[in-house]
């Protein structure tokens, strides 16, 4: 649909730019919007299309967060653009029938705006049926009214045109002509021309370049920027198809056609516009009279007909749209309880509460006054939102989607590259500063809606995204590659009762320092049994539920096995992916009667807003008494003390490091935060149980800190790793001290021990308190020979 532009501004324009540079900035605008118009028809035939325009297709395709924050910006560009429509029609109403017996001030012009605009209100209030059955009747009528100006270009001949009085700075004067100083008077009782020459190459020569001037509505001197805002705002209501795809039949074959259409059908329309008014009117007239194209038509009033009819409709279309898109926002809760008045519906699912918010909306836009202010922001809203779209398209094709395969087929993601890059450029160029200042708007939102929206059963983009990354470059993770300066734990903990392992999953949860965390389990079983499903896969939603309740940031692997230890062995070899597999794994000490549940009391236990499953559900579910299977004779089913350590001894034959945790039950995390003037304390025992005659032995007076260290053994030292690590984080560094014992015998110089272990956490940069402690009284009871000898025993 055409808008104002075509009949009130299109001989400004010519005027300050030139009809080359017309030309020029008709071409940048309308390949921003082809482009974009590329990528939405891409987006709208990618599925089905329901009510809420490019909203509605955006949040279908991207998620919440983007199709919200795109779906907000394209609101207020409608706002906007609905507000200047109205101005436009009060301006030529002031203008042309006013004759000065209606006040006309800037207070005024407001009043009459938002007369205007309750009218538009009622009718919108009626349903779009009546906005959609007179659609076409208004194409025909501004058809005709533009044809009738064509017959005057082609049958009128030269002559003078007089400027309009709206136009003081026109008709101010010196008072004293004599004197160049005194002060500047308005002369309406004057009558100044300019001359309308008809077609003439002379004419057209003149016009061809730019020459720009004051902008008489707001006293202001014109540039490419304001140019190119003004010319722009009269291009954007391309996209009212798309707003309005809830009323439409076949949405996703109706708006790519249309849209493309109407692009190809106004672009010609406007450069010929502009060819004829560069060819037959004066640079003076074209820059001081904007109503042009109805003073030189052979009947003034079809002209205004045509500006009538393209304002109101183009109004009452962005009105529409732009109510559509805030009820789809409401019916989606993006916003909470904000916008929940915008659900009510009455009759044919219209909108009226939606549409009473946006003409408040509208209504606001008025007091910033002129209308071409009113077109600047417009075009920084609407390149916005076809920024948006062109990133929306763009992201839905570097992920390579394979659900997204549009109908569509004249696009790609250079296309969408190249829209993004043109609407970030021409935003900067209209209005650096708010342009800024609007995709800060753009990307709080997006952040806000990232974490704050509710789960929606249509996707996110972002997981998509995320995925697309996290594979390339586990692809560039080589485990061939691993340094040992750069180690990391990367955990599996085994987990048999999740309701009494709840604090140890946290305290894992502290120990892996930005490495993987895999929590593991065993469900002994096989697919051979009468099930119509995977039985894991029914209680799997309730592990991740655990996980997001406890804030872990952890994997969950499940696993069927006809026996523990097979599945264990299955979850060390399979769990983690490419170079990211386990290196450590934690599990429980085997004791004589099972740890009591504390799931149910766990103060770690908290309620995630937005999760899937009730927090009483998930408990409910570890807690309850047949969770566990059981042995025939009623006790639960557990690992006998022999299979206990053949799996031990499967995680050292598989080369990881093995952590046998205890009594973490007991654990009460929350005691660190409580007590300041307590002291807490790590305590390390680095202490090699396997040969604890040699601990603290064997060491020469070397002060060689790499002597020192070798004189550890591996896993004393990796019990130091681990120590560290753990003192690295946020809470556990707040709230504890880190202390390292050493163990020696009386035979030992214990003043030069302790001075070596200093140096060497010194060396090894571990911020620690190191004690020595004598145990004569367990190296007493091993041989001189080492534990060898004894196991031999």
Not at 4 to 15: K, S
Not at 439 to 453: E, G, N, P, T
Not at 612 to 623: L, N
Request: hydrophobic residues 45%.
């Amino acid at each position: 649909m055409f808008s104002v532009l075509l009949f009130m501004r299109m001989g400004f324009v010519v005027g300050q730019l030139g009809f080359l540079m017309t030309v020029v900035q008709l071409a940048m605008a309308y390949a921003i919007v082809m482009l974009t118009v590329l990528s939405l028809c891409a987006i709208s035939s990618n599925g089905a299309v329901e009510g809420g325009g490019v909203y509605y297709m955006i949040s279908r395709s991207l998620g919440p967060e983007f199709g919200g924050a795109i779906g907000v910006l394209f609101f207020v560009a409608n706002v906007f653009s609905c507000a200047l429509y109205i101005s436009g029609f009060t301006e030529a109403l002031l203008n042309n029938l006013g004759n000065g017996q209606f006040p006309d001030s800037p207070t005024w012009r407001f009043f009459y705006c938002v007369l205007v605009s309750v009218a538009l209100l009622i009718l919108s209030l009626l349903g779009a049926g009546i906005f959609a059955k007179t659609a076409l009747f208004t194409f025909i009528l501004i058809s005709i009214c533009y044809s009738t100006w064509i017959f005057s270009v082609i049958f009128d001949g030269p002559m003078q045109i007089p400027i309009p009085k709206v136009n003081t700075p026109a008709y101010r004067v010196h008072e004293n002509a004599s004197n160049p100083d005194s002060p500047m008077i308005v002369m309406l009782n004057q009558t100044l021309t300019a001359n309308y020459t008809g077609f003439s190459f002379h004419t057209l020569g003149e016009n061809m370049f730019t020459n720009y001037t004051m902008d008489y509505t707001t006293e202001r001197q014109t540039d490419f920027a304001l140019m190119f805002a003004i010319i722009f705002s009269g291009v954007t209501g391309l996209m009212a198809g798309a707003n309005m795809s809830g009323e439409l039949a076949r949405p996703s074959v109706s708006i790519p056609r249309g849209t493309v259409q109407a692009v190809l059908t106004t672009l010609f329309v406007y450069i010929m516009t502009a060819f004829l008014m560069a060819a037959t009117s004066s640079r003076y007239l074209l820059q001081n009279d904007y109503t042009v194209m109805m003073d030189t038509n052979f009947q003034r009033w079809f002209i205004l007909i045509g500006i009538f009819s393209t304002t109101l409709f183009s109004s009452m279309s962005n009105l529409i749209g732009s109510s559509r898109v805030l009820n789809r926002l409401s019916h989606d809760k993006l916003f909470g309880c904000l916008l929940r008045p915008a659900k009510i519906e009455i009759g044919d699912r219209n909108p009226v509460v939606s549409v009473i918010i946006t003409w408040l909306c509208v209504v606001g836009v008025f007091l910033i006054g002129a209308m071409n202010k009113i077109a600047k922001l417009t075009s920084i809203f609407f390149l916005l939102s076809y920024m948006g779209v062109n990133i929306a398209c763009l992201a839905l094709e570097l992920t390579s989607a394979p659900n997204f395969r549009p109908t569509f087929k004249y696009f790609a993601w250079w296309t969408c590259a190249l829209g993004v890059v043109c609407t970030t450029t021409m935003m900067l160029v209209v209005d650096a500063s708010m342009s800024a200042i609007g995709v800060v708007v753009l990307m709080s939102l997006i952040m806000v809606l990232h974490y704050q929206a509710p789960a929606v059963s249509s996707g996110s983009i972002s997981q998509a995204l995320i995925y697309h990354q996290v594979r390339k470059y586990l692809l560039l993770l080589d485990v061939r590659k691993e340094h040992v300066k750069y180690w990391r734990p990367q955990i599996l903990l085994l987990v048999s009762r999740p309701s009494s392992s709840c604090p140890l999953m946290d305290f894992v949860n502290d120990l892996k320092k930005s490495g993987l965390y895999v929590i593991g389990h065993v469900r002994k079983g096989d697919l051979d049994s009468n099930q119509a499903v995977d039985p894991l896969q029914q209680v799997f939603p309730y592990w991740l539920s655990l996980v997001d309740y406890l804030k872990l940031k952890a994997f969950v692997e499940l696993t069927l096995s006809n026996s523990i230890r097979q599945g264990i062995q299955q979850l060390m070899r399979l769990s983690g992916l490419g170079a990211m597999k386990p290196n450590t794994v934690v599990l429980g000490f085997h004791e004589a009667t099972p740890v009591d549940a504390t799931l149910q009391e766990s103060q770690l236990l908290k309620d995630l807003r937005y999760s899937k499953i009730d927090r009483a559900a998930v408990v409910e579910y570890f807690t309850a008494g047949d969770y566990m299977p059981k042995e025939l004779n009623g006790n639960l089913e557990r690992l006998t003390p022999v299979d206990y350590v053949n799996v031990l001894k499967d995680v050292l034959h598989m080369t990881k490091s093995l952590c046998v945790a205890r009594h973490f039950h007991k654990m009460d995390k929350e005691a660190l935060s409580r007590g300041w003037n307590q002291k807490r304390y790590i305590d390390v025992w680095p202490v090699d149980l396997q040969r604890p005659v040699e601990t603290g032995l064997g060491w020469d007076n070397s002060r060689d800190c790499h002597k020192i260290v070798h004189l550890f053994s591996s896993s004393s030292l990796f019990l130091l790793q681990l120590a560290c690590i753990l003192s690295m984080s946020s809470r556990w560094r707040s709230h504890s001290r880190l202390r390292v014992f050493i163990c020696v015998n009386s035979l030992q110089d214990m003043h030069r021990r302790d001075r070596q272990l200093k140096q060497m956490l010194d060396w090894l940069r571990i911020k620690a308190e190191s004690i020595v402690v004598p145990w004569d009284h367990v190296v007493c009871h091993f041989p001189q020979n080492g534990a060898a000898a004894n196991l031999q025993r």
